[in-house]
């Protein structure tokens, strides 16, 4: 991460955030369903605010209530702040690894309160704790940068720093999301949509909404979806509260 900006966290939250009619709005994070967390990003703790955001999204005058998670790290935006919105499956999105694996772990493990789904994961998997949100989140952060390397290598690890170290319940949680992410019986899916927003500064990120709801809410778009910006392609966004590192 280049530059430090302080957020407070009552004030200033990263969500993820391409222009359509509809429009996202980052309404807050469920308590019952994440904590702040230390994490090794690129080499230096850092602390985020990891777990379920809850957002608006307004979609032909009506407006839906949903429960989403952050692609990955390294873009901000603001809490409470309208985005222009288009809603995409994860194979429309370039630029992203494993996309589909995490929609498939978010419909499995992130279960809506609007309908009734089906997982092939245990009761016990489902995030309904501060430290599984955390944990579902840190491992999608680790799959999408990393490929699912693990939390001792790559961009996203855990802290060992005194003081600053990651909650080793949350690490236990994202070891097992992971896990189960990349096993066997994880098969890639569409069913997680991905929001793909634009600031007011013209910045494409994203955030990953699951499982479907079954609310009449916009569906993804039907023709294939492609991102193109400056540079390294798709950068998405997080959820985090970032503090200045000296």
Same mark, same amino acid.
């Given at each position: ?44 703790? #850092? ?6 955001? %809850? ?24 809490? @409470?702040?309208?985005?222009? #919105? *288009? ?12 996309? @589909? ?27 309904? #704790?501060? *430290? ?5 989140? %840190? *491992? ?13 290598? @790559? ?42 927003? +634009? ?26 979806? +492609? ?20």
């Amino acid at each position: 991460m280049s530059s430090r900006i302080p957020i407070f966290v009552s004030m200033l939250l990263a969500v993820c955030g391409l222009v359509s009619a509809d429009t996202i709005s980052a309404t807050g994070v469920d308590p019952n369903r994440s904590e702040t967390i230390w994490i090794n990003e690129k080499g230096a703790p #850092t602390q985020a605010i990891a777990g379920v955001i %809850l957002i608006d999204l307004t979609s032909g005058g009506k407006t839906y209530d949903r429960d989403t998670l952050c692609v990955d790290l390294f873009v901000n935006i603001y809490l @409470g702040q309208t985005y222009n #919105t *288009a809603v995409l499956t994860p194979a429309e999105v370039s630029g992203k690894n494993d996309l @589909g694996i995490v929609s498939w772990l978010i419909d499995n493990a992130l279960l809506p309160t609007q309908s009734s789904f089906s997982s092939v994961l245990p009761r016990a998997d489902w995030v309904t #704790t501060p *430290a599984q949100g955390a944990g579902l989140q %840190l *491992a999608i952060w680790d799959l999408v940068e990393d490929n699912g390397d693990g939390f001792s290598h @790559g961009s996203v690890q855990a802290s060992t720093t005194p003081g600053s170290s990651t909650d080793p319940s949350v690490l236990a949680w994202a070891n097992t999301y992971e896990a189960l992410a990349l096993g066997p019986q994880a098969q890639p899916s569409n069913l997680a949509f991905v929001y793909a927003n +634009t600031g007011s500064n013209g910045t494409a990120v994203q955030m990953l909404e699951g499982p479907q709801f079954q609310d009449g809410g916009p569906q993804p778009a039907p023709e294939p979806f +492609t991102f193109a910006l400056t540079g390294a392609g798709l950068i998405a966004v997080c959820l985090i509260l970032r503090k200045r590192i000296r």
